[in-house]
């Protein structure tokens, strides 16, 4: 990546809240994919007859209704919740920057295709549209849910990068590339696009906070990550019962969402007003 | 005589108004059938206040943006008429330097990548030989060649205006279109710019369509000039017997306003009144007419579009001129 994309991201370190998101998430990720090495080996047998046990030595976190370790399942849960949110939003962005770039680029008939066809996807709430998806494809593997969630997380994307795009593309150095002679493909992917990695980013940054979410609540639902396979969300649902009894089964997977989310969001949004600082 | 290396006929860009919503109203008549023709080695400079269309005569001509209507020709091709996959191979011989030196380089790309660009998309040298080229190229424009890694922002105007003079010439063009290349700089630099043009034209014969508006810089650069005004050319001739002998009232004004060097010169300074009008909306008769000096400017002005005719070394679109004053 280019200089100014490193600048940009060391501005936003700047400020304290972004500072702050930034550690979390920086800790958040070295523990969820170091600690499993650390931590009781969560495909140990539990005791089945040992029940919910609360918080104190050997499972600092308790354990749940089958007596598994609560802090490992977070852990093992926080590996499949961010790789989901990071590949989901990779793939998000990825299909956000090419659209919006075509149809800043060409204009147009096709211009007016993609963006009544965001207009519209906009108009459906995206959980209302992963039901749907959810409904037609039942057992889900965790690669579609992926493939889902990115494939439904780019409008708002594509119309960042049109906005930015059609405002580039009349620059002197986009039409300077024409006159060397170079092809569309070259000029989006080597002139545009690049240009357009700051705005591009931020909407990452602040799409991973979303996916979490997103995945989280298909999972409570028990129509995201399947279990035995553990996520946050799952974890939630496995302990509505045990709510009064065994608060902790719950408490803690909410908490790794909720911390999660709010360093993602403190991370974009100082992102957002190292990029743009009027809008800070 | 022999084919000019480019040659514009009765170019003409209207832009209309586009859109669901966007009310009938009649197209902006930015050019409005402009011809001319530049000869191997020669430099023709297009001069016209701001909004007279001169910036869209150079980008059509570059098919950087379609042509309402005319032709160009190109070492005696017809450039309008190729296709997309001819056109970009075609575009290696015409290029073009842009006025804003901050808008004009990619801010993402070091300046050897910018340079390399065109030399990669015609494949003008193997991969392994476009560093030397790009360090040739700085040196040619009086840069460091070890600039190449370094990124648009670490340098000043005059700098990336070289930069970008290195990058149209990296693909060994025969015309360069300079889009007011030198009015965005402090003014000793402009003359060193001035000047490295003018060497590179001695070295390696390229020509020039000289966009300008101030006539000080085309006096020094240009062999023939032509004077826009609302779309058209009101005069075009030698350089020397133009801006010697203006016959046209609008040449006249334009002369009268570049600052001379020695206060204690009097001379008299002849004031348009008014704006130039809406191209959208052009005078009737000569266009300049609601603004004319000329004593003698009478009811013909206002009805009949004077042409381009003779005038001694110049041709001058004006009713009366070749009369007193």
């Known amino acids: ?280 | 005589m022999s084919t000019p290396l480019l040659e514009v006929r009765d170019l003409v860009k209207h832009y209309k108004a586009t859109g669901f919503l966007a009310r009938k109203s009649p197209p902006v008549r930015a050019v409005d059938g402009v011809s001319f023709t530049v000869g191997k080695g020669e430099t023709l400079g297009l001069v016209g206040e701001s909004g007279c269309g001169k910036s869209t005569v150079g980008r059509t001509i570059l098919r950087l943006q379609d042509a309402t209507a005319g032709s160009v020709a190109f070492e005696g091709k017809d450039f309008f008429a190729l296709q997309a996959a001819a056109l970009r191979q075609a575009r290696q011989r015409l290029q073009i330097i842009f006025q804003d030196p901050y808008s004009s380089l990619n801010p993402r790309m070091t300046i050897g990548d910018a340079i390399a660009e065109g030399m990669e998309i015609h494949r003008l040298a193997p991969r392994g030989e476009i560093p030397a080229r790009v360090a040739r190229l700085l040196e040619e424009v009086g840069l460091d060649p070890d600039y190449s890694t370094r990124y648009p922002h670490e340098f000043s105007g005059g700098q990336r205006q070289r930069i970008g003079i290195a990058r149209a010439l990296a693909v060994e063009p025969a015309f360069i279109v300079c889009d007011e290349p030198v009015s965005a700089l402090d003014v000793s630099v402009q003359a060193q710019v001035l000047n490295l043009l003018a060497d590179l034209q001695a070295r390696r014969g390229i020509s020039y369509l000289f966009i300008a508006h101030d006539l000080a810089v085309v006096r020094q650069i240009a062999h023939r000039v032509a004077v826009m005004y609302l779309g058209r050319i009101v005069e075009t001739g030698p350089t020397e017997d133009v801006l010697a002998r203006p016959a046209h009232p609008y040449t006249k004004a334009l002369l009268s306003a570049v600052p001379v060097p020695d206060p204690n010169t009097q001379r008299l300074r002849i004031v348009l009144p008014g704006d130039p009008p809406s191209p959208s909306n052009p005078p009737s008769g000569c266009a300049f007419h609601p603004r004319c000096p000329h004593p003698a400017k009478d009811a013909r002005c206002t009805t009949e579009r004077p042409l381009l005719h003779q005038i001694g070394a110049a041709q001058v679109a004006c009713h009366h001129a070749g009369t007193a004053p």
Do not use: K
């Open chain 1, 1 to 280: 990546m280019t200089g100014s994309l490193w600048r940009l991201m060391l501005r936003a370190l700047t400020s304290p809240s972004g500072r702050l998101g930034a550690v979390i998430i920086a800790l958040l990720t070295l523990f969820v994919f170091v600690a499993p090495w650390l931590l009781p080996d969560p495909s140990a047998m539990p005791d089945l007859m040992a029940g919910a046990v609360p918080p104190g030595a050997g499972h600092p976190f308790g354990t749940d209704q089958l007596n598994r370790d609560v802090l490992s399942r977070v852990v093992s849960g926080g590996q499949i919740s961010l790789s989901v949110a990071g590949l989901a939003v990779l793939l998000a962005v990825t299909l956000g920057a090419l659209v919006g770039g075509l149809a800043g680029f060409y204009g147009g008939w096709l211009d007016s295709a993609l963006m009544r066809m965001v207009d519209g996807a906009l108009a459906i709430p995206r959980l209302f549209l992963l039901l749907l998806l959810v409904a037609v494809w039942e057992q889900m593997p965790l690669g579609a849910l992926v493939l889902v969630l990115g494939a439904t997380g780019w409008f708002a994307t594509s119309r960042i990068v049109r906005g930015e795009v059609l405002r580039l593309r009349e620059a002197e150095f986009v039409l300077a590339a024409t006159a060397l002679g170079a092809g569309p493909g070259r000029i989006i992917l080597r002139h545009l696009l690049p240009n357009v990695a700051g705005p591009i980013l931020v909407a990452a940054t602040l799409g991973v906070g979303d996916v979490i979410l997103l995945e989280a609540g298909l999972s409570y639902l028990g129509i995201g990550v399947r279990p035995p396979t553990p996520s946050w969300g799952g974890m939630i649902l496995d302990a509505r019962p045990l709510l009064t009894t065994a608060p902790w089964t719950s408490i803690f997977p909410g908490l790794a969402i909720a911390t999660t989310v709010l360093a993602v969001n403190l991370l974009g949004d100082a992102l957002r007003g190292a990029l743009d600082p009027r809008s800070a």
